[in-house]
């Protein structure tokens, strides 16, 4: 591929989109500004005009991937509607459908090693991501007696961690051929097995 230097028509995101698959294939540590360079058919030396390392280019796709991230989840999640348990069910849908479509991104976001609050713009794309399912775990828990009711935060982050888990372990690379169930199953059911445990769904529900 020709180097172009600084008349890329659009490098910052050329660049972006390069290390997007590389990630993919190689792992968010696996490869260097000159080789995203080289992908985006760019000299080493251009990528300093628009990042300062590898760590500032891997950021922005973290931040770009939290934005499609929240938006996903917030139309899943659908204002709360047709209920309240299953614009939540959807939310963790969206996890999934999520990190299957978007491999780079994802591990931008959650297998890099990046500090969230390295800046505002990914702080607030994070934080953006996180308060969508923390809204669908309050309007669900507020269905509680408020002596059973755990803090949403905690609701929250517990499905997520759920969902990080499934994810990690069966929707993704070698050890998704493993898996024993769907990932979409698997991710249900244990969602299931909580919320009866907290009392919103019925042992027979």
């Known amino acids: 591929m020709a180097k172009q230097g600084y008349h890329h028509g659009n490098l910052r995101q050329a660049l972006i989109e390069a290390a997007l698959r590389l990630i993919e294939q190689q792992g968010p540590q696996g490869f260097t500004l000159s080789d995203a360079a080289k992908s985006a ?24 991937g939290f934005e499609i991230f929240a938006d996903l989840m917030d139309h899943a ?3 709360g509607k047709p209920t309240a348990l ?19 991104h994802y591990m931008a976001m959650f297998e890099s090693g990046l500090n969230l609050n390295r800046d505002p713009d990914l702080a607030r794309a994070s934080n953006r991501a996180q308060t969508v399912l923390a ?7 507020d269905q509680l007696p408020p002596g059973r009711r755990p803090p949403a935060a905690m609701f929250a982050a517990h499905i997520w961690a759920m969902s990080h888990g ?40």
């Open 86 to 104: 299953r614009a939540f069910e959807a939310t963790g849908r969206a996890y999934l459908a999520f990190a299957r479509k978007f491999p780079g």
């Open 41 to 64: 058919g760019v000299t080493p030396a251009a990528v300093y005009r628009h990042f300062a390392g590898r760590d500032d280019l891997i950021a922005e796709c973290a931040r770009q």
């Open 166 to 205: 499934v994810v990690e372990l069966f929707a993704r690379g070698t050890p998704g051929s493993r898996a024993p169930f769907p990932p979409e199953d698997l991710l249900e059911a244990g969602i299931g097995i909580y919320l009866r445990g907290l009392g919103l769904i019925k042992p027979d529900g």
């Open 135 to 141: 809204r669908a775990a309050e309007a669900l828990s």
């Open 77 to 79: 999640y659908n204002g």
